[in-house]
């Protein structure tokens, strides 16, 4: 982890959509990506924003009141304990940043749940 | 800052290299974008890492034992207390996040010394 990190060759090792991997670490948070294809759970984290980025694809960002929908290029920070859903239509590549010892799905649990791995 | 953020058009606000803008916040940190060219200043963070994600063009992070070089998509945590001079030689584009309150030069200070401003 005190090497530089090439986004798209993480990506590659990914085995499924929803089950990020870590690829590196700043301060107490970790730095992960993910692929996100279909809908993901309805969560929220109370104690922390959620910051996602896109790199490749589309996302939505489901909230309760809105749609957020991201292209390559473009970021969202979800604020601590605002429920949201994750959904793309198509694969998306996305980096996310959450404190270290984050769950996926939040306070919602459930078959989601993926664990905290590096990659 | 509750909506997203389309990092290219925030780019394209800045005034000059290195002289980085926040695009929002996550937690106690702000998630900034800058142009980088040329070199900067010899610095070090006592206590934070450094997040550089480049999105556009390549930077060179020089290390006092080697020199990190990024290209799109490569990103790379300086860890804290350990000196650096980002060095572009043709324009790059890059993410940075640090801990609000973080001044850019870190420990070293002068000319090249911005500050802290939204975009």
Redesign the interface.
Same mark, same amino acid.
């Not at 982890?1 to 798209?8: H, P, Q, T």
């Not at 290029?73 to 920070?77: A, D, R, S, T």
């Given at each position: 982890?005190?090497?530089?990190? /090439?986004?798209?060759e993480k990506l590659a090792l990914l085995d499924g959509p929803y089950r990020p991997g870590i690829?590196?670490?700043? /301060?107490d948070n970790k730095?992960a990506v993910a692929t996100m294809l279909g809908e993901f759970t309805w969560h929220s984290h109370p104690d922390?924003?959620d910051?996602f980025?896109v790199?490749d694809g589309h996302l939505t960002i489901q909230l309760r009141d809105r749609d957020?929908?991201?292209g390559p290029?473009?970021?969202?920070?979800v +604020?601590?304990g605002v429920e949201h859903c994750p959904r793309a239509d198509e694969e998306a590549h996305v980096?996310l940043?959450e +404190?270290r010892g984050t769950v996926n799905t939040g306070d919602a649990g459930g078959a989601q749940t993926a664990p905290e791995r590096e990659l």
């Open positions: 982890m005190d090497d530089k990190v /090439n986004l798209a690829v590196g670490y700043y /301060n730095v922390t924003d910051l980025l790199l957020v929908e991201l290029g473009e970021l969202f920070v +604020p601590r980096l940043i +404190p």
